[in-house]
């Protein structure tokens, strides 16, 4: 069965510094990894996704992630964090077909 | 257009009642899901359909019975409802192996 561990609760950052969200997982076959972001009472947004290919995945609003195997992690980063960038984010893995399973989420907030 | 719609959005009811959350979609995707996040956010899947047929059921009371009359809806019924239901649920389709696209959720509040 899949898993994916968010390892911070929370993570605060000052606007214009990089920021990082961490993420690791636990697959049996060949992962499929995203990331989507939840802005208050609103659904989740898809901001990137690995599947297969260049290591370094490039997604919406500026935000990218680095597969990494040997680690089993998919960490979330941006170079420069916007205050609007505040909002809870979730990893996810799937094997195959299967149901995204989520991670418990990262609340990130950038302060101006 | 709206990919994933949801309705409605906000549902308040009182313990005992039977009550139903509509799913559509418009992409042409030929999987649905059911999510349900509790009150401290953690997204668990409850249903999963492809194509018209049940795929994965998780641990969900019989309370929960989904239903998808075509593809392109998955309606969920919720019966006897506890105040335990109270969260928000998701509804969500995907092709294959591809990101999942999500409505907006409905909260429902159990009283």
């Known amino acids: 069965a899949q898993s994916v561990a968010q390892p911070e609760d929370q993570v605060n950052v000052a606007e214009g510094n990089p920021l990082t969200v961490k993420c690791t997982y636990s697959?049996?076959?060949?992962?499929?990894l995203f990331w989507y972001v939840q802005y208050p009472n609103r659904g989740l947004q898809f901001l990137l996704k690995?599947?297969?290919?260049?290591?370094l995945v490039k997604g919406s609003y500026g935000f990218e992630a680095e597969f990494n195997k040997s680690q089993t992690s998919f960490h979330l980063k941006k170079p420069s964090a916007l205050v609007s960038d505040s909002a809870l984010y979730f990893c996810?893995?799937?094997?195959?077909?299967?149901?995204?399973?989520f991670g418990k989420g990262t609340r990130l907030s950038v302060i101006a | 257009d709206t990919a994933v719609s949801q309705t409605p959005k906000y549902l308040v009811t009182q313990m005992g009642n039977d009550k139903s959350i509509k799913c559509e979609q418009n992409?042409?995707?030929?999987?649905m899901y059911w999510y349900k996040q509790d009150s401290k956010k953690f997204l668990k899947i409850m249903f999963s359909?492809?194509?018209?047929?049940?795929?994965i059921n998780e641990t969900v009371p019989n309370r929960f019975s989904p239903k998808s009359p075509d593809k392109a809806h998955l309606n969920l019924h919720i019966n006897s409802l506890e105040l335990g239901d109270s969260a928000v649920y998701f509804c969500?389709?995907?092709?294959?192996?591809?990101?999942?696209?999500f409505g907006q959720g409905t909260r429902l509040t159990v009283v």
């Open positions: 996810a893995v799937r094997d195959g077909n299967t149901p995204l399973v």
């Open positions: 697959v049996s076959g060949n992962p499929y």
């Open positions: 690995y599947i297969t290919g260049d290591n």
């Open positions: 992409l042409g995707h030929d999987t």
């Open positions: 359909y492809n194509n018209k047929e049940l795929i």
């Open positions: 969500a389709s995907n092709q294959g192996s591809m990101e999942a696209f």
